[in-house]
């Protein structure tokens, strides 16, 4: 058996390999991208939940955005005071307090409150079902109750009864990931000491809201009467209270003739 036969092929191509590596090990030198180390750091002292309440599409992505200057230390809603202490070390400034704040759903429009225009029997999906004349509620503005910002809450902190989505305020970390995915925008993202709010975003006037809904805004005024500070407004035909001004006085509450303002506490 001639041994140069066999040699020679294994010799050549070992040749090669061995050529090429060095010439991919030169080129990955040159054309390496510098890593930013404070990527990682950052990333380590997010939650690692990629729930997208940041904006972004992952903590990996908003680690690189903080590094980068494009976004404050403050940008993960999740994170909480300690978490922005160690990201503000790693960025080498001075660390801020933020407010922890809580989804809530403005709505009160369950299966025995609200009524329905027609039987949807499409996709299970509140979006979809948005598109099909506006969704099977007779209240444009309520929650047709299929659950998709359950789906979206990766804390687990929602629960769908009676049609209406329930939220855990002591699971719920205020990322807004449930806001983001609502076609009717009902959730709402306010501070955890935030108290009496309008369960209700109907702009429709008052007769045309209590054909939908028994416990829907009707615009009535009372409520901002009954308010001494100041706190609450009435625009396109919707109370609003503005939480930084309300003194958790409770008068709003009691006298509202529809029961559509609620104490959060």
Known sequence: MDI??????????????????????????????????RVENVKENLPGANCGGCGFAGCEALAKSIASGESKITACPVCNQS?????????????STTEKCR????????????????????????RDANL???GHKVCQYG????GECKTACAFGA??????????????????GACKNVCPRSIITILPITASYQVHCVSKD???????GCDVGCIGCGICAKQCAVGAITITNNLAEIDP??????????????????????
């Open 103 to 126: 989804a809530v759903v403005r709505c009160q429009g369950t299966h025995a409150n609200a009524k329905s225009k027609y039987e949807y029997v499409g996709l299970q999906s509140c």
């Open 4 to 37: 140069s036969a066999i040699m020679y092929p294994i010799l050549s191509i070992g040749g090669m390999g061995l050529l090429f590596g060095v010439g991919l090990g030169i080129a990955a030198k040159k054309f390496a991208v510098p890593v930013d180390e």
């Open 158 to 175: 929602i629960t769908m009864e009676n049609g209406l989505p329930i939220i855990n305020p002591k699971k719920c970390v205020g990322c």
């Open 143 to 146: 929650c047709l109750g299929f």
């Open 83 to 95: 978490q922005i202490d160690a990201i503000a070390k790693v960025m080498g400034v001075e660390a």
């Open 132 to 134: 099909v004349g506006g």
């Open 205 to 211: 006037k008052g007769k045309e809201v209590k054909v």
């Open 244 to 265: 930084e001004k309300c003194v958790h006085c409770g008068k709003c509450e009691s006298k509202c003739p529809t029961n559509a303002i609620l104490n959060l506490l």
